[in-house]
């Protein structure tokens, strides 16, 4: 999700909203969902480890994609 957010920062993401009993398919900027997914990994962390999920394991790949995609869009980019 880090490598997708870091190739792809401006894409719209399709997603279900759940309201009450209503269903609505919105797309959603990318910085948007991918960040309120990161925050709700933080949360999970903080209220402690919810049934056997690694929410760590979650975050350290996230960081770890962003971190390569940054060093892989660096290196793509032309040398003028």
């Known amino acids: 999700m880090g490598a997708y957010l870091t190739f792809f920062p401006r894409a719209r993401i399709v997603s279900a909203v759940i309201l009450l009993y209503f269903i609505r398919i919105v797309r959603v900027p990318a910085l948007v969902f991918i960040g309120f997914w990161f925050l709700l990994q933080l949360l999970y962390v903080l209220m402690g480890s919810l049934g056997g999920v690694a ?26």
């Open 55 to 80: 929410y760590w394991a979650h975050i350290g790949g996230f960081l770890a994609g962003y971190t390569v995609a940054l060093v892989a869009k660096q290196i793509q980019k032309p040398h003028m």
